[in-house]
């Protein structure tokens, strides 16, 4: 699967943005997907992962309540709404997508493809 990374950009403090993840294929709906993130001189962060049918999600406690994950399979995109952004949110957010054997998946290791990166820049 190809995934492609849209939505990115400035943002003031307080402000929202909503990234977007199209994937290329027709078995979308069969993939566990997730969100990660990298900011300068830092690790690669995880921040949302969403199951396959949409039901179930997950977030890191830096983002709950401020960030919401969704998909729509019929569009074979999953989306990250990010309200009440702060500076710190200031990164490269990369979409990500497996089949692992568990309902969603909270680890780099876990995920095989993924996007290409969407910068986010939070203002102060």
């Known amino acids: 699967v190809q995934l492609q990374a849209s939505g990115g950009g400035l943002v003031q403090a307080g402000g929202s943005l909503r990234l977007s993840c199209a994937a290329s294929?027709?078995?979308?709906?069969?993939?566990?997907m997730g969100w990660f993130r990298q900011a300068p001189g830092k690790e690669r962060e995880f921040v949302a992962t969403i199951s396959r049918s949409g039901g179930s999600t997950y977030y890191v406690d830096s983002v709950k309540g401020r960030f919401i994950i969704s998909r729509d399979n019929a569009k074979n995109t999953v989306y990250l709404q990010m309200n009440s952004l702060k500076p710190e949110d200031t990164a490269v957010y990369y979409c990500a997508a497996d089949q692992p054997r568990k309902l969603y998946a909270t680890h780099s290791y876990e995920y095989e493809y993924w996007g290409q990166g969407a910068q986010v820049t939070v203002s102060s």
């Open positions: 294929g027709r078995t979308f709906s069969s993939y566990v």
